[in-house]
């Protein structure tokens, strides 16, 4: 019993899929249900009479609250584990649903959706990256990979649901399915969320991590490089529905444009992952960066074609689906897994902010004008300045190259990233 027991926890077991596929069920479900708020953005801005500024301020102020809160997740995950967090989660993320379904006003409906599924999403997020990596060596960019293209399968299978219970029951109904939906799923996710075979890391530990990793360049090439990355990210998933619904196309097909970016996105998380086993992780990471300007181009020539606008989702569907399958990876690869939670926690604050001032800047910007021109325009200019600011890790990812720093964190003794062509010790 007891070799049972030792092969189970061991890293690379068939427990550390359980937990990589309940991380898997988990962002699929959350992230369906958000990104179906493009669907529900004309009924809102119709019924509170709120600009589209106003309506993005809600999805952008959530974004950064479940991006900003890994700063606190992160190191509690690493003491505690994250089956506690994601209990907790459970209730503020159906709760926010429920309760938003019930404001009368777009300012009470943005302080329960944002607190709500903000802290719902953040409880997890985080955590769940981190126990996911911490169950593997050999087979990790694979298992990160499931993990994540969870995200993808949401966008890419329940966005459709969403937006059928949103047209049909209107967003108010919706949201209280969804909302009940949710604290079922956090419950049964948490259930499946084994601790790691690893020793639980004091907060300490994590401050120490982080503190080693904020003096490194690589740090703030990988911070600002996604701040930058984000800006322009979010954008789509507020407005490209509505962008299609007034070139005249209706609101079903606008809608399969997020579920076609869904789909690029499981294809970049499941496919960049396994070829980073091959290649190396940070090229990759950069190849992600240089994909996402293409793709805002394609929006910009678009129009009203909607086959290009299919492709633009796609497109960048794959490049920010291995972006954020990837990431986790090399960040463990790069800083060691000891106190990782803290140190992904402050990465991530990147997209937090990027995801608060890109959605409600462009919102204001498509108000102001009455075109979306100069949101997509911005959004190649920042997208491109991320590619510029990544472009020195591919360096990192070549055999002859060197690493930047003489002393890095060091990696946990189970954990030596080989997924990396360069060699952190």
């Known amino acids: 019993m007891n070799r049972t027991n030792n092969s189970i926890k061991k890293p690379d077991s068939a427990r550390g899929w359980v937990v990589a596929g309940a991380g898997c069920l988990i962002n699929a479900w959350t992230f369906g249900i958000f990104y179906s708020f493009a669907t529900a953005v004309g009924q809102m801005v119709e019924e509170f009479d709120a600009s589209l500024s106003g309506v993005a301020a809600l999805m952008a102020v959530t974004t950064f609250l479940f991006f900003a809160l890994g700063i606190i997740a992160g190191p509690l995950a690493d003491k505690f584990g994250a089956r506690r967090l994601i209990a907790i989660g459970a209730l503020f993320m159906g709760g926010g649903l429920w309760f938003t379904a019930q404001a009368q006003s777009l300012l009470v409906g943005t302080i329960t959706y944002s ?20 169950w593997f060596v050999k087979h990790r960019t694979l298992a990160l990979g499931v993990n994540t293209a969870g995200i993808g399968l949401g966008t890419l299978l329940l966005v459709p649901v969403c937006e059928r219970l949103i047209t049909s029951y209107g967003w108010r109904n919706a949201f209280e399915i969804m909302g009940i939906g949710s604290i079922a799923i956090y419950f049964v996710v948490a259930l499946l969320s084994f601790r790691p075979p690893t020793p639980p890391s004091p907060v300490s530990a994590s401050i120490a991590a982080v503190k080693a990793a904020v003096k490194r360049i690589v740090f703030w090439r990988l911070y600002f490089s996604g701040l930058s990355m984000s800006l322009a990210l979010f954008v789509p998933f507020v407005f490209l529905v509505q962008y299609a619904k007034e070139q005249g196309i209706s609101s079903s097909t606008a809608a399969f444009l997020i579920t076609s970016l869904g789909l690029g996105s499981v294809l970049g998380r499941l496919g960049l992952g396994i070829l980073g086993l091959r290649v190396g992780v940070l090229p990759l990471v950069v ?4 994909l996402q300007p293409v793709a805002y181009t394609i929006w910009l020539l678009a129009g009203g074609n909607y086959i290009l606008l299919l ?15 990837l990431s986790p990876v090399a960040a463990a690869g790069i800083f060691g897994l000891k106190g990782l939670g803290g140190v992904l926690g402050v990465l991530y604050t990147s997209a937090g902010i990027g995801a608060l001032i890109g959605p409600i800047a462009a919102g204001a910007v498509i108000d102001a004008t009455g075109s979306y021109t100069i949101a997509i325009i911005a959004s190649i200019v920042v997208s491109t300045l991320a590619v510029g600011i990544a472009l020195p890790l591919w360096k990192l990812g070549n055999g002859n190259a060197q690493p930047v720093d003489k002393k890095p964190f060091p990696v946990a003794t189970y954990a030596q990233p080989s997924v990396f062509s360069v060699t952190y010790k």
Do not use: Q, W
């Not at 190849?287 to 240089?290: E, Q, V």
């Not at 492709?311 to 399958?325: E, K, N, P, T």
């Open 287 to 290: 190849l992600c960066f240089a």
């Open 311 to 325: 492709a633009f989702a796609a497109l960048l569907g794959v490049g920010y689906g291995g972006y954020v399958a």
């Open 115 to 134: 607190l709500g599924v903000g802290l719902g999403i953040g409880s997890y997020l985080v955590p769940m990256s981190v126990a996911t990596g911490a």
